[in-house]
DNA sequence: CTATGTGTTCATCATTCCCGAACGGCGGGT
DNA sequence: ACCCGCCGTTCGGGAATGATGAACACATAG
């Protein structure tokens, strides 16, 4: 798990930890909490009590949830980002052309995270939304990315988070791998054919920097049906790259 | 500022405080961040290698920033409620009718919380977006919440968070803001004429469920050339009053 | 009226974090 | 080139501080 800090603040390690299983387990108490992170009733109690002090933690008859002041922290931090605000117009429109599902994905720390999320009228209903975090290998997007990331990046990120096998066309080997970015780096798009989701497919291209750096990558999904042919190989790829270049441009001019 | 915890811990509130000047200070280094929190280098730098080894934020050449794992807690924040989704598309249509900027408000320890906010065609640029705080009392969406708190919880309020003037007519006085209060619950609608932002007015009605204690307010808010007369004071509330039912209804049968 | 489940309080002790001071690298004056 | 100032980073010792189990108050159920 890569290099440890020298003098990690413990008591940081175990707030979150709390958060995030409140995150899991909403409605949570006490002692719930204390049992699943084997923690003294009594420690998960007063960082609880410090957390809802913070505003950060409500507490409803006795049992806690996430305070709204993440949405604070959770906002800003999509905004922060100008490409948020450029991408959200043209994913618009390519939502209203295609009427399928548009998503804009970055990477941090060797994940992909759905930053932006716009649905067309026809557009499948997948669970994930704003925030969620996915693995990159098996996702258009995030294969989309990594084509662009420098190859000891990815074997870096290879090795931190593995190769799961979410479908049987999940790509799990590593070689196989890099042959297909390289591929999506000829063609500039990625595909997924139900590699993350059963019969999910999707096409994404990246949106990169002046230096050819991945900052993002945009995609339209949609069902295997509807996903294929001239429309999946040619025309959803030319909207995309078209809508990832004015995107590009408008980012480099801010 | 009411009573303090019993074991307060420490290291959650420097966490926070350290979190929350980052959000400020985006792109802020150890130093800038210690000068701002009178706290040792060494010791926020600790911090932060902690948050970032825990992914809570990324370093970027020697600066630093919120990470998008917040996003997740923030978006989960936001989703846990059904009042999000149930309100959104009701929201939409007013938006679509109204051509003006609509808003959902909740209350969180005394303060109001942007949830969700739809944008007509016309529609003013407010600062604020989703996870946005503000005072209860000068807005119309707060006096809406206000006026069905108990009297006691409104004057707990007050006591926290004082009466502030953002405008020359906010309301100041205790008094005359439980006056008003009562009138809204009369009327069934609150108005906010440029108390919190100069030249700007709003119509909002509280979403209330069915003991009658409020969870949200929803409102539309537009320049004052546009809010006035008829319109103000009678065809918004009508709009508002039926989608707040609407909601209302949705959300007792869930 | 016990029995088990909460959330909460409290005092103890040693762990854990606080913090000053020193290090090393970078960049910009002069 | 030099030095100075500024930055992020490292280190270690001492003491404040959070961890902890046991006991308490309260509810709910058998």
Redesign the pocket.
């Known amino acids: 798990m890569g290099k440890r ?7 940081v390690v ?1 707030t979150f930890d709390i958060l995030q299983t409140l995150r899991r387990l909403d409605g949570a ?4 909490l204390s049992n699943e992170l084997d ?5 998960v ?5 410090t957390l809802e002090q913070e505003e950060y933690v409500v ?1 409803e008859d ?2 806690y949830h996430l305070g709204l002041r993440f949405l604070d922290l959770g906002r800003y931090v999509r905004e922060r980002d100008d490409l948020y605000e450029t991408a959200r117009p043209e994913m618009e429109s390519i939502a209203e052309e295609t009427d399928e599902l548009v998503n804009l994905l970055v990477e941090e720390h060797g994940q992909g995270v759905y930053v932006c999320r716009v649905r067309g009228d026809q557009a499948v209903n997948v669970a994930a939304g704003t925030g969620h975090r996915v693995a990159l290998h098996n996702t258009g997007l995030g294969k989309a990315i990594l084509a662009y990331l420098p190859e000891n990046r990815v074997d870096e990120i290879i090795d931190n988070h593995g190769m799961s096998a979410d479908t049987e066309h999940s790509i799990t080997d590593r070689g196989e791998l890099k042959d297909e970015l390289a591929e999506i780096r000829d063609r500039g798009v990625a595909f997924d054919r139900e590699e993350r989701i059963g019969g999910l497919c999707c096409a994404a291209v990246p949106i990169l920097d002046l230096e050819d750096r991945p900052i993002g990558a945009l995609s339209v999904a949609g069902p295997t049906s509807r996903m294929k042919g001239e429309r999946l190989e040619s025309d959803l790829p030319e909207l995309l790259k078209s809508a990832a270049n004015v995107i590009e441009l408008n980012l480099t001019y801010s």
């Open positions: 800090a020298n003098n990690p603040v413990k008591s175990t108490g006490v002692t719930e923690l003294p009733k009594s420690s109690y007063n960082y609880l009590s507490k006795g049992t």
